[in-house]
């Protein structure tokens, strides 16, 4: 974790902006959301589960 965040310090995150186009980055949150929604879905409901058993 601890190099994960130095190299996100030491990235020249303007040449990687000029990089990136905005179709990519809109394409990657998008894919990324899509991945998280099961994992979130399964949270939320054993979270109201937990909170049904307990009352």
């Known amino acids: 974790m601890?190099?994960?965040i130095a190299?996100?310090?030491s990235l020249d995150w303007q040449k990687i902006n000029q990089a990136l186009?905005?179709?990519a980055v809109v394409l990657s949150i998008?894919?990324?959301?899509l991945?998280?929604?099961p994992f979130l879905h399964e949270?939320?409901?054993s979270?109201?589960?937990t909170i049904s058993e307990l009352s």
Do not use: A, C, H, W
């Open 35 to 37: 991945l998280l929604i």
């Open 30 to 33: 998008i894919t990324l959301v």
């Open 7 to 9: 190299l996100l310090f």
């Open 2 to 4: 601890i190099f994960f």
């Open 21 to 23: 186009s905005k179709k």
């Open 43 to 45: 949270e939320i409901i």
């Open 47 to 49: 979270y109201f589960q």
